[in-house]
Structures are given as structure tokens and as C-alpha cells.
């Protein structure tokens, strides 16, 4: 047998070839094999963050339901002045003789009685003398503005509780999704469940757009959700695994393609406008990326969880050659045929004997649950409630996404600079201030102030949630890392729920929205202060160690 894997002859310089002996007697784990051996990030993990850039992108359009049933200005539609169908001049010069006025323009869904004369008026002269202007009755059908959403296709005029139960049914679906997409990728494998769930996001969103009523639109979101929202998740996972432990911060910067796709979303339906059009160019190209499948490497830590040593060492040698890079026998044996661990006792009932007895890992499971609906319900509920700021409706979404960008890379600089507590509670203090000024600030003589402090808030609650993960999973010992960062995030999509519903409030006051994005925004940024910083900590194996955390001894040595 060779001494050497070799990828490169030409590179086997780069690492020591004369090793010391102590060095094969150190027990090798995969870090060491990322680092050491065949490179943290070199030209394969180039190119795997590359080709997945696409479908990162791609997931975010599981949340196109925020322009395919955003609000339509609407009115009543008056018979008695010769409208017959849907899409009449929305503000004919007549309209006041019928239709009263609003805070916002004419009134949606209430009209001035017919006098009861028997004689119409006609779409150019409809006089004032035709109607009670003292006796207002609710609409029978309506104009739209347009016909760009669900909202004229399927007539939800006035039903604002109904137009926004397309995104809090959806949101539902990831309670099913999550886990779905959990299962698959720990079963079949990381590649697997990405191919699955980007296929079944654009399958399942093609026919969606041919839906025929509001009930088919809406069982269809659920069932797209449930299918393929786990696309992000999985390809960040895909990521983590195959980088070195120095690099890992790529993944968190790859939110920031998240946001990017939720601003194509907007182009989209700003370029071709009507839904069931934008819906099939987006979600068409989905169905092509069926070719991942041979496209991408499967995660090497998965396949040495699941013993299948002869595929991973393909792989690893895979990465050698592209890396120029070398990897000797011995340290290929010792990560292909690792010490058997101890078996582990740990169950469901350790756990919570674990909760009971340890007040301090106590307080986190009751605390970064709160973080995670504060985030989503922020998050979110800045994106939905952003096609309400004006009348360009996918100009101010597009903004309101594109700001995530630098909110991403300026969380992702942080969070290793400042620290995690800080980079939490400030970015949920900063976005609780921007939300509550919002609504104190005039609307009229200070849009661009208001649009600018809306515009920042949503910075700094990118901020926050791209230090969510991170941690949330630092403050918990490995042997329960995986169930309670699950716990949390699944918890925490109660926020991405509830924040479809949230335009509905302005019904009853129009700045209930942003008072409550202040008020969950400062709750969450007290929360995160009573939490113990982990920056340049040892990640805790143990629950003592977790119960050290912030406290000398949890430091690294340098």
C-alpha cells in the first residue's frame, strides 16, 4: 500500500510529508482531517458554496405568497352606475357621489344606498343625486385597483383575515417541514434531501399556480411548505460539514443569498406582474436543479456517521486532488475506523431530569425559545407589512429585503468581533427602537425619515437572527445541542406564523404592528443580556461546562 493519498504531486509540499510519531498518536477527528489534511477551504469547497448559491437563492421563494396575496385597493362596485365586472377605472370622477372617502383614499368596503329612483347613471356621469349620501351599506361585489394577486382572481375583497391565511397556513406547514427534511437528510443523506426539497418546492409551487379557487391556492401553500422548505437549512448543513472549523462563518454569511432571493422574488413580480405568471418563472427553474443530484458531493461526516467508509474515502481523495493536497495512509485509517465511543445513556427523560435539576440550563430552554419568536415575528412581519409602506408595493419589498444584505455580513463581522450576547441584544434593541419610532414619526411630512428608520430596523433584526444559531447552540452541551437548538427553532416558528396576520391589525390601529415588533424586540434584547457571552469559549461537551459558561475557567487557552 502507498504511503500517501496524493491529489496533486505538485502540492505535497504544503503539507509536512515527515510527520512526527506523536502526531499519528493524537486521535484524529474530522476537524483535523478539514485542516490538516486536505485544506479548510480550498477549490472544492469554492465550488460547492458556488453551485449552491442557486438553490439558497431559490428557497427564499417559499415566501412569494407575501406579493401573490398582497392587498388590492378595492372599492364597491356600483351596478347602478354601469359596472358590470371586476376591473373598471378604479377613480372614475364620479367615485365621491357614492363611494366615501378614507384615512387612505376611498373607502373599501362600504358605499353610499341607492335612492331607489329607477334610473342609472352610466360609467362617464353618474350624478350624486342617485344616492343617500346619509345611509352607508356594506359592498355586494367590487373594482380593483389591478389584477396582479389572488385578490381579484379569487374576489377576497374585504376579507383581510381570509387574504392572509395563505401565509399563516403556509408558515404552519413548517412544523411538519422542518422535521420532514430533518429525517430525510439523516436517513438518506444531505444531498438526498436537498434534491428532494428543492423538486418538490417547484413542483408543488407549478401547480399552485394553476390553482382555480382560494382553497386550492391555500391547501397548496401548506403542502409546498410541508415539502420543500427545507431546502436553506439542509444546504447550509451541506456546507457546515464540508468546511474547515476556521471557515464556518461562510455559512452564516449565505443569509445574505436568502435575502437576495427574496429581492429577485420582487423583481420577478415587478417585471411580469401578474402572480400566475411570476409564480411559474420562479418556480419552474426549480424543477432543473434536479441535477444537483450528481452535481454535489454527499456530506463526509454523514457518511462516516453512517459507516459508509469506501464512499467517504472517494470523496476525501476527491478533495485532496481539487485541494492539491495530500493525506497519508494513517490518517486516513484512523478517521475511516474511529474508537468506538462509549455507549451513551442519554434519553428524553435524562433530558428533563437534566432541566429540573440544573436551574441554569433551565433558564436558557426558557429563554432562547423567546429569542427565536421574537426574530421570526420581526423578521417576517418587517417583510409582509413592507407592501403597505406606499403604493410600490415591490419596490418597497425589494428594499426591505436588500437591506438584510448588509445586516447579514455586518452580523456575521460581530458576532466574532463583539461577541455574541452583544451582537443579540443590540441588534433587538436597535430594530425595537426603529419599529416604535416608526409609529411616532408623522407619515406624511417624514416618509423618507420613517422609510429609512423602517429600512434600518430591519438591518438590525438581520442582525439578530444571523447570530440566533449560533448562540443558541453555543450555550447548550453537546449531548443536548441537537434537541434543544431544534426545540428553540421549532418554537420559534409560532413568530413566522403569527407575523402573516400582522397587516390585519392596522384595522384597529395602524401602528398596532410596529408597537408590537418594538415591545417583542426589546423583551428579547433584556433576555439575551441575562445570558452568558460565549466568544472565544470551549464549546461545552458536557452539562458542566454549559453551567460554566462566562465564567473564567470556560475560556480558551491561547
Known amino acids: 500500500m502507498s504511503k500517501e493519498h496524493r491529489g496533486d504531486t505538485s502540492g505535497g509540499k504544503d503539507n509536512d510529508e515527515e510527520k512526527s510519531e506523536s502526531d499519528f498518536e493524537k486521535p484524529m477527528n474530522r476537524d483535523d482531517l478539514l485542516r490538516k489534511e486536505v485544506g479548510e477551504f480550498g ?6 458554496v458556488l453551485f449552491l448559491t442557486v438553490p439558497i437563492m431559490f428557497s427564499a421563494i417559499k415566501n412569494d405568497y407575501i406579493l401573490s396575496s398582497a392587498a388590492i385597493p378595492h372599492r364597491c362596485r356600483i351596478p347602478e ?48 343625486s342617485l ?27 374585504c376579507q383581510e383575515w381570509l387574504r392572509v391565511l395563505a401565509g399563516t397556513v403556509g408558515n404552519i406547514g413548517l412544523f411538519f417541514g422542518l422535521p420532514l427534511s430533518g429525517y430525510i437528510s439523516d436517513r438518506f443523506g444531505r444531498k ?11 413542483f408543488v409551487g407549478v401547480i399552485r399556480s394553476f390553482s382555480v379557487n382560494y382553497t386550492m391556492y391555500v391547501v397548496l401553500q401548506l403542502v409546498q411548505t410541508v415539502l420543500g422548505s427545507g431546502v436553506y437549512t439542509t444546504a447550509v448543513v451541506l456546507v457546515t460539514e464540508l468546511l474547515g472549523p476556521k471557515y464556518r462563518f461562510i455559512g452564516v454569511t449565505l443569509m445574505s ?11 420577478v413580480y415587478w417585471l411580469i406582474g401578474y402572480w400566475r405568471y ?29 459507516k459508509k467508509y469506501a464512499e467517504a474515502r472517494k470523496i476525501i481523495e476527491t478533495i485532496a486532488r ?15 475506523k474511529p474508537p468506538e465511543a462509549p455507549p451513551q445513556q442519554v434519553t428524553k427523560a435524562g433530558l428533563v431530569r437534566s432541566l429540573i435539576r440544573s436551574p441554569t440550563l433551565l433558564r436558557r430552554v426558557c429563554t432562547t425559545p423567546i429569542w427565536w419568536i421574537a426574530g421570526t415575528f420581526v423578521y417576517y412581519g418587517l417583510s409582509i407589512n413592507s407592501t403597505g409602506l406606499s403604493d410600490t408595493v415591490y419596490l418597497n419589498y425589494m428594499l426591505t429585503c436588500a437591506v438584510e444584505i448588509p445586516g447579514c455580513y455586518a452580523g456575521a463581522f460581530m458576532v466574532h468581533k463583539v461577541g455574541r450576547k452583544a451582537t443579540l441584544s443590540s441588534g433587538f434593541f436597535l430594530s425595537a427602537l426603529c419599529n416604535i419610532l416608526f409609529v411616532i414619526m408623522p407619515a406624511g411630512s417624514m416618509f423618507t425619515a420613517r422609510l429609512i428608520t423602517y429600512l434600518l430596523g430591519k438591518v438590525a433584526v438581520t442582525i439578530a437572527m444571523n447570530c440566533l444559531y449560533l448562540y443558541t447552540s453555543e450555550l447548550y452541551p453537546t449531548e443536548y445541542r441537537h434537541t434543544l437548538l431544534a426545540f428553540s427553532s421549532t418554537v420559534g416558528r409560532l413568530g413566522t406564523t403569527v407575523a402573516p396576520l400582522t397587516p390585519v391589525f392596522k384595522q384597529y390601529w395602524h401602528g398596532l404592528p410596529s408597537v408590537l415588533f418594538g415591545a417583542f424586540g426589546f423583551l428579547a434584547g433584556a433576555l439575551a443580556l441575562t445570558q452568558p457571552e460565549t466568544l472565544g469559549t470551549k464549546l461545552p461537551d458536557t452539562l458542566a461546562e454549559a453551567e460554566m459558561l462566562g465564567k473564567p475557567e470556560s475560556k480558551l487557552k491561547s
Request: aromatic fraction near 14%.
Open 322 to 336: 481539487l485541494n492539491k493536497r495530500t493525506i497519508s495512509d494513517k490518517s486516513m485509517e484512523a478517521l475511516l
Open 278 to 306: 411570476a409564480t411559474l418563472a420562479l418556480y419552474v427553474p426549480c424543477l432543473f436543479m434536479i441535477v444537483y443530484y450528481w452535481l454535489l458531493s454527499e456530506s463526509i461526516r454523514w457518511l462516516l456517521v453512517k
Open 43 to 48: 477549490w472544492f469547497q469554492l465550488r460547492l
Open 81 to 128: 352606475c354601469g359596472e358590470n365586472n371586476k376591473l373598471h377605472v378604479y377613480n372614475p370622477e364620479w367615485i365621491l357621489n357614492v363611494v366615501p372617502e378614507a384615512k387612505s383614499g376611498l373607502s373599501s368596503c362600504s358605499r353610499y344606498a341607492s335612492n331607489g329612483l329607477g334610473i342609472n347613471g352610466s360609467l362617464d356621469y353618474c350624478p350624486a
Open 131 to 157: 344616492f343617500n349620501q346619509t345611509d352607508l351599506i356594506g359592498c355586494e361585489d367590487y373594482v380593483y385597483a389591478n389584477d396582479y394577486t389572488v385578490v381579484y382572481d379569487f374576489d377576497l375583497g
Open 192 to 202: 438526498v434531501a436537498l434534491v428532494f426539497n428543492i423538486f418538490a418546492l417547484g
Open 257 to 267: 443569498l436568502f435575502s437576495l432571493g427574496q429581492v429577485m422574488i420582487g423583481g
